[in-house]
């Protein structure tokens, strides 16, 4: 683990906490994050390559475990507090559901809809007045392809979730807003890589989603910019979806 300290321009510390940081989309927002702020990433397991200069801690956003670990390693540095949550951490189960397994689609409503639920509960009480908040959903939400029922109705539920803490943390000026991924090949969507080429034939900007796309979006959203934008859904995926 390693610490160290980031400024913004006025030149305040400002924390940032993001789960899922270990891989994937989350991996790209830690290595940018970075450069602007004091990044703690709570993950199941820690990177197998870690990033210089931020602060990795292990532990499951289902259970207390996660949140008992951030606020572990946030303490042992002496902060009360953090300017941002992000919140990426997920799980991607498709199948046709009527013969899907139980523990299946169970699995992927507790990671991703109750996981959101437990981890938000435990670490937003730290966000200052003022702060952010950025879930992730998927565009899946809005698509609703055949087999991916279960992982649709989990992230449905994030978006729905989102707005109403928008409207409890209002009066705080805490922004909560949300970023819907288009497919984007990680190790966490393997499966669907057969599908690649028709989703992108379906896209306004016909080429393969990468990581990085989805960096200046949560950036936006965390921004002193983005101070009266909350309870939003912004969907990053080349146009595909276009409302």
Same mark, same amino acid.
């Given at each position: 683990?390693?610490?160290?300290?980031? $400024?913004?321009?006025?030149?305040? /510390?400002?924390?940032?906490?993001?789960?899922?940081?270990?891989?994937?989309?989350? !991996?790209?927002?830690?290595?940018?994050?970075?450069? @602007?702020?004091?990044?703690?990433?709570?993950?199941?397991?820690?990177?197998?390559?870690? =990033?210089?200069?931020?602060?990795?801690? #292990?532990?499951? +956003?289902?259970? @207390?475990? #996660? +949140?008992?670990?951030?606020? !572990?390693?946030?303490?042992?540095?002496?902060?009360?507090?953090?300017?941002? &949550?992000?919140?990426?951490?997920?799980?991607? @189960?498709?199948? !046709?559901?009527?013969?899907?397994?139980?523990?299946?689609?169970?699995? $992927?409503?507790?990671?991703?809809?109750?996981? $959101?639920?437990? %981890? =938000? /509960?435990? =670490?937003?009480?730290? +966000?200052q007045d003022g702060g952010r908040i950025v879930l992730y959903s998927s565009g899946t939400v809005f698509k609703t392809?055949?087999?991916?029922?279960?992982?649709?109705?989990?992230? *449905?539920?994030?978006?729905? %979730?989102? /707005?109403? &803490?928008?409207?409890?943390?209002?009066?705080?000026?805490?922004?909560?807003?949300?970023? *819907?991924?288009?497919?984007?090949?990680?190790? &966490?969507?393997? @499966?669907? *890589?057969?599908? !690649?080429?028709?989703?992108?034939?379906?896209? #306004?900007?016909?080429?393969?989603?990468? +990581?990085?796309?989805f960096v200046g979006p949560t950036k936006f959203f965390l921004s002193d910019g983005a101070g009266f934008v909350t309870? /939003? $859904?912004? =969907?990053?995926?080349?146009?595909?979806?276009?409302?």
């Amino acid at each position: 683990m390693t610490d160290t300290a980031s $400024t913004n321009p006025a030149g305040t /510390q400002r924390d940032l906490v993001i789960s899922g940081g270990s891989a994937g989309i989350g !991996e790209a927002l830690v290595k940018d994050f970075r450069n @602007d702020w004091t990044v703690t990433s709570v993950s199941r397991s820690l990177p197998k390559s870690p =990033v210089d200069g931020v602060n990795y801690v #292990a532990g499951d +956003v289902f259970d @207390d475990t #996660a +949140v008992n670990a951030v606020r !572990e390693s946030l303490d042992a540095r002496g902060v009360g507090s953090i300017h941002s &949550l992000v919140h990426c951490a997920g799980v991607a @189960d498709f199948g !046709e559901f009527l013969t899907m397994d139980r523990s299946k689609w169970e699995r $992927t409503l507790n990671l991703n809809l109750h996981g $959101t639920l437990s %981890f =938000v /509960q435990g =670490v937003a009480p730290l +966000v200052q007045d003022g702060g952010r908040i950025v879930l992730y959903s998927s565009g899946t939400v809005f698509k609703t392809p055949a087999g991916a029922a279960a992982y649709a109705a989990s992230k *449905a539920g994030i978006i729905g %979730f989102g /707005q109403t &803490l928008a409207a409890e943390l209002g009066a705080r000026d805490i922004t909560v807003n949300i970023v *819907a991924p288009g497919l984007v090949i990680t190790a &966490l969507a393997e @499966d669907l *890589a057969p599908g !690649e080429d028709a989703n992108i034939a379906t896209r #306004a900007i016909r080429r393969p989603a990468v +990581v990085e796309d989805f960096v200046g979006p949560t950036k936006f959203f965390l921004s002193d910019g983005a101070g009266f934008v909350t309870g /939003q $859904t912004l =969907v990053v995926d080349g146009g595909s979806i276009r409302r």
